[in-house]
């Protein structure tokens, strides 16, 4: 397996302290905060089997930083429909966008900086590209293929929790787009507030799949964003819900 994704899995496994009770370790991502997706991910541990619904806390130096509920179900067959996948190039007709092109990383601050430079588990490839130092307003949504850097094995339960670990990228950022920002800039403060996953049909996240994200609002100081992750094949796998702390310090 290669040695990010290896990294990633020893990353987010967690230590029994006792009952009901776990570490987990995190690192430094250029900022003072956990990396949502890590957390989100928390109750991989709990595969449904024996529970119908489960709730976790997460507490980061004593205070509680994160509730998560989840529910389980045994899988049947049922009705069956989808939205189509849009139209947008294959990404082998895409360029690798993992971190931003070695002039721009140049201008960018030591935090973020840090940040792209970290070994990334999964590879991106974006419909549009992002102006990291010139944004403009566009439309509030995006499309972008990515897939882990590595074969992974047969394990439905291990690719979930991989995507919801990656839903965590690119996602609140989409409620930027409107309003010539980025997240790169030092005025501009964002954090999760809440972030919801469903689980449709069976997937890898070892094959590509594109994220295709939209933000039908922001306003007080929050943004909103959704999406629907496709499989190459045009399955609907998952879709995904975020709220967050979205506020310019200049306001």
């Known amino acids: 397996m290669d040695k990010r994704l290896t990294d ?11 009952l009901n009770l776990f570490r987990g370790a995190s690192r430094d991502i250029g900022s003072p905060q956990v990396f949502g997706g890590q957390v989100y991910e928390v109750d991989r541990s709990l595969d449904g089997h024996s529970f119908s619904n489960r709730r976790v806390v997460a507490i980061q130096h004593g205070q509680q930083i994160f509730t998560m509920a989840a529910s389980f179900q045994v899988a049947e067959s049922g009705f069956d429909h989808q939205i189509a996948i849009p139209e947008v190039p294959p990404p082998e007709d895409l360029p690798a966008a993992n971190s ?9 601050p030591e935090r973020v900086r840090r940040f792209f430079e970290q070994p990334r588990p999964f590879e991106f490839r ?4 992002i102006e990291y130092l010139r944004p403009r307003r566009e439309t509030p949504a995006r499309e972008i293929w990515f897939r882990a850097v590595g074969p992974l094995p047969e394990d439905e339960m291990l690719h979930r929790r991989l995507l919801a670990y990656v839903s965590d990228f690119f996602l609140l950022d989409t409620a930027t787009l409107p309003h010539g920002t980025s997240l790169l800039r030092p005025t501009l403060v964002m954090a999760s507030i809440d972030h919801a996953m469903w689980f449709h049909r069976s997937l890898r996240v070892d094959d590509w799949l594109l994220y295709v994200m939209d933000s039908p609002s922001a306003s007080g100081a929050r943004g909103f964003a ?9 399955r609907l796998v998952a879709s995904a819900a975020q709220e967050g702390l979205v506020r310019s310090k200049e306001a």
């Open 8 to 18: 990633l899995l020893q990353l987010l496994e967690l230590e029994r302290l006792e």
């Open 100 to 108: 931003p092109p070695p002039q721009v990383l140049a201008k960018l």
């Open 126 to 129: 974006m419909v549009r590209p």
């Open 226 to 234: 959704r999406a629907s992750v496709f499989a190459r094949d045009g």
